[in-house]
C-alpha cells in the first residue's frame, strides 16, 4: 500500500507530492492530461517555434515561494530570467509608471506628490519580505508566525480594500497602477483584503523579481516531476480519475482539484456546495513579426504590462465581469511578453505575447476585438505584427484545465471571507469530510498562484496524519 496518492499534477499537487516524497513516504501522483503542469504549461499554440503559456507566464510568487525556495529546482533545468523592469503601466499620453526591483525608481514614476507615500508604504516591509511571506503565506495553523509583529502590521495595512490603500495618493498615477495590481487575482477594488493582494505584487517586484522561466512555464513543472521521480516518486499521466475506486490502495489522498471535482470523485456530497467562483477570463495567444510596438519606452523593456487608462477604468471592467454579468467596453488587460528577456520562446526577431481580459462566468463571446482595441491604444499598429493568434475563453479555458470552472482561472472567487477563509471557514482547509482525503489546490490558502504553497501546506497536514497512524 503507498502511502499518498495525489490527484493533479499542476504546480500544488506535484509540490505535495515532492514534500511527501522528501520525508520518506511512498507517492504516485496521478494527472487526467498527457503533460504535467496545471497552470504551468509551455506549448506551441500558434506557429511551430512559437513557444506560449496557456496561462501563466509571469511568476512574482513562484521566485519568493518558500515552498520553490526550499527545493533544488534549479537542478532539474529551472532558470529564472529576469526582464529589465518587473512591469510596466503605460497611459495614453505616452507615458507610463513603472514597478521596478529599485523602490527609488518606482517612486520616481508616480512624480514627486506621491514619491513619498509609496515609500512609506513599502519600506517598513521590505528587508523583511523573506520572513514575511513566508508567515503571510503559511497561514493557516500550517507555522508559527516567525515575526508576529511584521505580521500583524501588515495585517492592518492590507486588511481594509484598497480602495482605502489608495487614499494615500495623492495622483492618478499611483492609484492606477495599484489597481492594476489588485486586479491581478480579478477582484473588486473594492473587496476585503485587496490592500494585500497589490502590496504583495509590489514587495515581490521590489525583492525577488517578476521572471519568466527560461522556455517556457512547463521548466517549472517539469523540474518539480524531475525531482520528485528521482525521490522515487511514480508519475501517471493520461489517467482520468472519477471516483476513488479508480486510484490504487494509499494511506492518504490528495487532491489538486477543483472543491466541486473533489466533492464529486468522493462523494462529499453538497459539502463544498457554497464554494463560490468568480469571473472567468478571455485569453489571447500571439504569434508576432517583433516587438511590441508600444508607445511607452518603459513598456518596451517590461516583462509584464498592464492596460488600463486609469483606475476608474479598471474598476469599472472589474464591476463589469463580477457583478454586472457582462464583457466590459474597455477591459482590463493583464499582458506578458517572454521574449523580451527570453530568445528561446520565438524564432530570431518575432516575438510571443499574451493578453487576457475578465469576462463573466462561463461567458462564451469573443472579446478579441475589444482587446486589440485595447492595445492599439498604448501600442499603435500593434494588429500589424500579428502572424497568428489563439484564443481561449471560459469554454475553452475549461475545458483545457478541470480546475478553471467558468474560465475561472483563480478556482475560487477571491471575494469577501473566501479571500482568505477558502474552500470553507475551517481552521483546517485541507482537511475533508474523510479523514484519508485532503485537498491542496489553490482553492485552498494561500489562494492562486504558481507558488506551490496550497500544496505545500497540505503535505504538512498529510504527514503529521500518516505519523500519527
Not at 186 to 193: E, N, V
Not at 359 to 383: C, K, N, S, Y
Not at 411 to 437: D, E, I, N, W
Amino acid at each position: 500500500m503507498l502511502d499518498a496518492v495525489v490527484v493533479g499534477a499542476g504546480p500544488n499537487g506535484l509540490t505535495a507530492a515532492v514534500e511527501l516524497a522528501r520525508r520518506g513516504f511512498s507517492v504516485a501522483l496521478f494527472e487526467a492530461k498527457g503533460t504535467v503542469g496545471g497552470g504551468a504549461r509551455t506549448e506551441e499554440l500558434t506557429l511551430p517555434g512559437f513557444r506560449h503559456d496557456p496561462c501563466s507566464a509571469a511568476h512574482p510568487l513562484a521566485v519568493s515561494s518558500p515552498a520553490f525556495r526550499g527545493l533544488p529546482l534549479e537542478r532539474y533545468g529551472l532558470e529564472w530570467l529576469h526582464p529589465e523592469l518587473p512591469m510596466a503601466h503605460p497611459f495614453t499620453d505616452g507615458t507610463a509608471a513603472v514597478l521596478s526591483r529599485s523602490v527609488g525608481e518606482t517612486a520616481a514614476s508616480f512624480g514627486p506628490r506621491d514619491a513619498g507615500a509609496y515609500r512609506r508604504l513599502v519600506t517598513p516591509f521590505l528587508h523583511r519580505w523573506d520572513t514575511l511571506v513566508r508567515d503571510f503565506m503559511s497561514l493557516p495553523l500550517t507555522a508559527l508566525p516567525r515575526d508576529p509583529v511584521t505580521l500583524a502590521r501588515f495585517g492592518l495595512v492590507g486588511l481594509p480594500p484598497s480602495t482605502w490603500l489608495a487614499r494615500r495618493f495623492r495622483g492618478e498615477r499611483a492609484r492606477t497602477l495599484f489597481a492594476g495590481l489588485v486586479a491581478h487575482v480579478m477582484a473588486p477594488l473594492s473587496g476585503f483584503a485587496t490592500s494585500a493582494i497589490g502590496l504583495v505584487f509590489a514587495l515581490a517586484a521590489h525583492t525577488r523579481g517578476w521572471p519568466v522561466a527560461r522556455g517556457g512555464s512547463q521548466a517549472i513543472s517539469d523540474a518539480l516531476a524531475g525531482y520528485l521521480r528521482e525521490l522515487g516518486g511514480a508519475v501517471h499521466t493520461d489517467y482520468d480519475v472519477k471516483r476513488l475506486d479508480d486510484l490504487p490502495p494509499a494511506r492518504a489522498y490528495v487532491f489538486d482539484t477543483s472543491p466541486t471535482a473533489l466533492a464529486r470523485i468522493a462523494g462529499f456530497g453538497d459539502h463544498y456546495a457554497r464554494y463560490r467562483y468568480g469571473p472567468g477570463v478571455f485569453k489571447i495567444d500571439y504569434a508576432l513579426d517583433g516587438p511590441v510596438p508600444w508607445t511607452a519606452p518603459e513598456a518596451r523593456r517590461a516583462g509584464t504590462v498592464q492596460i488600463g487608462a486609469d483606475s476608474a477604468e479598471i474598476g469599472a471592467a472589474l464591476r463589469a465581469a463580477s457583478r454586472e454579468k457582462r464583457a466590459p467596453d474597455a477591459p482590463f488587460l493583464i499582458t506578458v511578453q517572454p521574449s523580451v528577456v527570453d530568445p528561446t520562446r520565438a524564432p530570431d526577431g518575432k516575438h510571443v505575447f499574451w493578453a487576457y481580459g475578465h469576462v463573466p462566468h462561463g461567458w462564451d463571446g469573443d472579446l478579441t476585438d475589444a482587446i486589440e482595441r485595447q492595445l492599439e491604444r498604448f501600442a499603435p499598429g500593434f494588429r500589424d505584427r500579428v502572424l497568428a493568434r489563439a484564443t481561449a475563453g471560459p469554454p475553452e479555458l475549461a475545458a483545457r484545465n478541470a480546475n478553471y470552472i467558468g474560465g475561472d482561472i483563480a478556482t475560487g472567487a477571491v471575494s469577501g471571507l473566501q479571500t482568505l477563509l477558502r474552500p470553507k471557514l475551517s481552521l483546517f482547509p485541507y482537511h475533508t469530510p474523510h479523514p484519508a482525503v485532503f485537498i491542496c489546490s489553490q482553492a485552498t490558502p494561500p489562494g492562486p498562484g504558481v507558488h506551490g504553497m496550497p500544496g505545500h501546506n497540505a503535505a504538512k497536514a498529510v504527514w503529521r496524519r500518516l505519523r500519527q497512524t
